[in-house]
């Protein structure tokens, strides 16, 4: 995906966060909950959870609501048990979809999941089905300020152990392996740079593009009906259409 879109994608996810601030962190501590509950409450030692947190604190979710959440997944609080089931299938056109999830009823979920692909022209695969035509990678991203040097951060981001950078007009794309994540989070939020975004991102071996007007819409539909899910925690697809609109 171009640089452009990159950025475009950036904007539009975090309009949305704006938008629906209070399902994004109840989705954001779904996550977190999880990430406690299998590795534990500490994010020193636990780098899916550090992770989870970089996430949410590149939304801005606010540090009690982070605090509950690895409780409530340490079991020092009451909360829902949530399993992650994660989908694979085919938007219109053809467009390779993955459909990450935490929810605490499958049943519900698969149908809510399966219903969206097919009320839009796609349908929905088997596990491993697109998978293949994605790569996990750390993804942060920092706006272009004149209050830092570029060469700096880029030393910094470097040496913290990031495979790659990548400058456009609007800002840097830092890339790590998902196992390094974390530290270079931290050696840069350390070193006073604020993140704009910050996942460890599915990012697609190749694209596809929708011509008919008829498939756009369909695609961003079917986008929307998962975004407004609760139990969806991230769309990825390989369609880069959607960053222009």
Known sequence: MSGHSKWSTIKNKKGK???????????????????????????????RLKEAVAKAKAANMPNDNIDRAIKKG??????????????????????????ETLTDNKNRTAGDVRHAFDKNGGNLGTSGCV???????????????????????????????????ETSEEGYEISTEPEDFGQVCDALKGAGYELTSAEIAMIPSTEVELDDPDDIKKMLKMIDMFDDNEDVQEVWHNWPGEDDE
């Open 131 to 165: 998978g293949f035509l994605f790569t996990k990678k750390g993804q942060i991203m920092i706006e272009k300020s004149d209050k830092f040097d570029e060469e700096d951060l880029m030393m910094i981001a470097l040496e913290a152990g990031a495979d790659d950078i």
């Open 74 to 99: 340490a079991g020092e609080l009451h909360g829902s048990i949530y399993e992650e089931i994660n989908y694979e299938g085919y938007g219109p056109g053809g467009v390779a979809v993955i459909v």
């Open 17 to 47: 966060i704006d938008a629906k601030r209070g399902q994004i962190f109840t989705k954001l501590a779904k996550y977190i909950a999880v990430a406690s509950r299998e590795g534990g409450p500490d994010p020193d030692m636990n780098a």
